[in-house]
């Protein structure tokens, strides 16, 4: 049986998938196989920041610390549509169910289709499907995942990214924290789209709770 080669660019791309991995997970209830998970990335993950943050969850990470964080009435919401200002909830749900389907994504995860942890292992799971891609040299597989990928991020994760971000404050001292603040940085630079609120019966625009100064 002949040996696979696998190239830096694989590499790098499967490197991104255990760093989106350890996303998934840190943003995850610990619960029966959790730490598991999170030993092997911490055993095995090449990237130094990647790996440091699965050793804080090893030694912070219980039930009754993440319920604190993101449970019902927690501190800090995990759902993306917290962050979507006027979109619809149903909507939103609906739109993911049908993308996971698309790609054959099932996470085995009890949380909703909008939870980050189930998105960032989408984003995980579609650097995977990427680099099995390029290993056989199916190009335009490849391109779809990528795309598909870039295009979730900036239609779906990236608003979450963006608000846990803001709403950790880079405490570098919490695993939650340190996960959110480095998925915002893998993240980069990308255009979040943003909802409008929807016209009132007059046709002009309205704004909950009253607009920003400045703005109709």
Partial sequence: MSEISISGDVRELIEES??????????????????????AIAHDA????????ALMAQEQADEALFLEVFGPG????????AYRGFADPGHVLAELEAIYHAFAYEPASEECPDHVSVEAGFVGYLRMKQAFARIVGDEEAERLSAEASAMFIKEHLGAIAAGLAKRFDDDDSFYIASAAKLMR?????????EEVAPPDDDGEMSCAGGCPVGET
Wanted: negative net charge.
């Fill in 18 to 39: 255990v760093a989106w991995r350890m996303f998934s997970l840190a943003f995850e209830r610990p619960r029966n196989g959790w730490r598991d998970h999170v030993d």
């Fill in 74 to 81: 927690g501190a800090v919401s995990p759902r993306e549509v």
């Fill in 185 to 193: 940085e893998t993240i980069g630079d990308v255009e979040i789209r």
């Fill in 46 to 53: 090449n990237d130094d920041t990647v790996r440091a943050i």
